[in-house]
Every structure is written in C-alpha cells, then in structure tokens.
C-alpha cells in the first residue's frame, strides 16, 4: 500500500495569516503524523505554540494521546485557561500497521471505508481550557481505500452567517459514489464548496485534510508536493 495526504487550506477573507496552522512529520518508529491546530481568530500564536510541542514530542516518540495531553497543559499553564486551541493528529503509524486518530476538536472526523462513510463526533474539548482535558482516540486497521477527513471549524462553519449549512458527510458520500476522487480532489472540492457558501470571502480559515490508504503505485519514491501563493507586495 501507499498513503496519500492532501491538504487545501485558505485564510479568513482580508485577513493577516490566519490561526489555522499544519505540520507534518515522519514518525520515529515508522510512519508519518499530521497536526493540525487553530487557536481562534487572531490566536496564531496560541496555534504555533501547540503544533510546536506536538511535533517536537512526536519526533521523539512520545504517544499521541500524550502529547495533545502535554500540549494542553502548556497551553493551560501559560494563559491560565484564557486561550483554547482545536487540535487534530492523524497519525499512520507503521509500528502498529494503524491509523490513528487523535482529536481535541468539536467538529467531527468523517472516515470512509468499503462505501460506507462514519462520522467519529464523540463530543471532545479543545486544548488549554483546563488541566484535566483529554483527547479523543480513534485507531483504525490500514486497509486499501481507507480515508479519513479532518478539517477545522471554518469549514464547519461555512455559510453559517448568512443562512446556509455545510453537509459534509452528504458532500462527502455524493463524490464517492459518483467517482473515485483522489485525496487532493476531496480536500479541494470541500473547501470550493466551504468557500462557495461563503460567497467567496470566506469567514473564518478553512483547512480540509484528507489521508487515504491506496494500493501502491509506481516505484518506491516518497515525494511531497506544496503549493503555497502569496502576494509580494504585501509583504
């Protein structure tokens, strides 16, 4: 097999960098993580301090479960329950031969599998509001055709402020059905449509990541592709 990791993300219309923030990393025992956090509107502080130490104590092997743990004390210690910050991990993790799931964020996780698509929505609290938070964990088998889609409020949210509702899971089972999209094709068609409720200035980040399992094609080549726009004169 092979894993493929999408990601379309774009910030807050006329708005500085926005609070949604991505990292990935290749895994200590095998495999690889992808951290996504968004500390709320103007917060992108609070973002980079919880993706930082995510990441740092992923790459020296410490569990997921402990490092959202680790980072939600941090979070708490600094601000004193002040700041929050939504947080997902989605870790392919070799040792176990497992994808797992780590999730500190109200919005759900939809999975897809053999044509049937679950939504993973046990109610969960954000990162740093308290001493006692704990993620919610997930761990599902690999297995071909496997796909898990993580986003963050802003998606959620699209449309909300002027009347109109973001049917993830409807999105999401119509394109299965009508094609076999690609995990970019997915990430970028939820937040088309995100934006689109949004008439195109969008309200809030909106950030789609998609992780699927394929059956392995070509060669033995691991290879990245980013693509990131900006605009020099406003720099």
Known sequence: MEIQVAVAKVGQYAAPEGSDLLEMIERPNGG???VLADGGSRHR??????????????????????????ASDTLFT?????????????????LTNTLVLTRNNPAPVYVSRQGQVDCLGEACEPLGISRNVRPVISEIPLEPGLMVIVFSDGLLNAGKQRGRQMDVCTLVQSMLEDQEPSPQEMADA???????LDDHCPADDISAVVVQALPKRG???RRLHVRLPFDLSER
Do not use: P
């Open 45 to 70: 502080s609070v973002s980079m301090l919880v993706v930082r130490q995510v990441i740092a104590l992923l790459a020296e092997g410490v569990r997921d479960g402990a490092a959202a743990r680790a």
């Open 190 to 196: 939820l937040l088309a449509h995100a934006v689109l």
């Open 219 to 221: 060669d033995e080549v």
């Open 32 to 34: 690889l993580s992808v």
């Open 78 to 94: 600094k601000y004193q329950g002040q700041a929050a910050c939504t947080l997902n991990i989605v870790s392919v993790d070799f």
